[in-house]
């Protein structure tokens, strides 16, 4: 009885599912006989702002004209179909199929520079959450920039990369803020010292080079904490931590004066 109660949902929705697509109109599109007509038709469709339709258009065309000389133009705008969706997971993927199957299609660069844009905007705003779609926009728009630097696009990569780059170098900072609080300082250093390698131009890098050095002096390594500190007002002679790194230095000096006289 409760495998025919399941059937019997499943053939409900699906009868609501229909029905709604059939109120809309549909979103899926005749069979046309070449591949032009196909592409042309989920062009119009693509330019009517009619997105779900176009992506079964250009869906066609790749599937059914394969060896077409429209197949690599239905590839990036299926791709920019699901990217006006919204569905930045899809565009990703489709972009990145595009570059993949047809490297020598002259949409490649664009679609590289918006797969990278995809996985920006995919990605939590709010830091705390993961932010592994980050990473990945990073890496893409730097192959991106690196490979056309001289690209009209290549000023805009860089600053979804500058705003990527201060996101995850915020998320990596707090991560180590939470283990310091914890005091699992070798856990906060690891994710400090990423924040300083990997993020040294975002105002987290900062923050993360001086705690660095408080973690030296809680674990008392005090001749390591000084170089870090001395290190930190060297390169952040304005940072807002100026007057702690201060402080900090003149406790360290009278560890190690103190260690000094013991022995």
């Not at 062009?43 to 779900?52: A, D, G, H, I, S």
């Not at 990217?83 to 664009?110: C, I, K, N």
């Not at 674990?219 to 807002?240: C, G």
Request: hydrophobic content about 40%; glycine content about 4%; proline content about 2%.
């Amino acid at each position: 009885m409760k495998v025919k109660r399941i059937s019997l949902r499943i053939i409900f929705v699906g009868l609501i599912a229909v029905s709604l697509l059939a109120g809309c109109g549909g979103v899926t599109m005749k069979n046309y006989a070449t591949a032009e007509l196909q592409y042309r038709n989920a062009m119009t469709e693509f330019q009517k702002e009619n997105f779900l339709k176009a992506i079964d258009g250009f869906q066609k065309v790749i599937y059914n004209f394969g060896g077409s000389s429209v197949v690599d133009s239905a590839q990036y705008y299926l791709a920019m179909s699901y990217y006006h969706q919204e569905d930045f997971y899809m565009a990703a993927a489709e972009f990145e199929r595009l570059a993949t199957t047809y490297p020598g299609s002259p949409f490649v660069d664009d679609a590289q520079y918006m797969a990278g844009l995809c996985y920006f905007k995919s990605a939590p705003k709010n830091y705390g959450l993961d932010q592994d779609e980050l990473q990945k926009a990073i890496e893409s728009l730097n192959d991106f920039v690196t490979d056309n630097p001289e690209s009209e696009l290549a000023d805009e990569a860089r600053a979804v990369i500058a705003q990527a780059n201060e996101r995850l170098a915020h998320k990596r900072y707090a991560n180590g803020r939470m283990y310091y609080r914890l005091g699992y300082y070798d856990a906060a250093e690891v994710y400090f010292r990423r924040v300083i390698d990997e993020h040294t131009s975002t105002e987290w890098a900062a923050r993360a080079l001086f705690y660095t050095g408080e973690i030296k002096v809680k674990q008392k390594k005090f001749s390591e904490a000084r170089d870090i500190i001395n290190n930190f007002l060297v390169v952040y002679p304005e940072n807002e931590y100026h007057d702690k790194a201060v402080k900090l230095l003149a406790k360290i000096d009278e560890k190690i004066a103190e260690t000094a006289e013991k022995n």
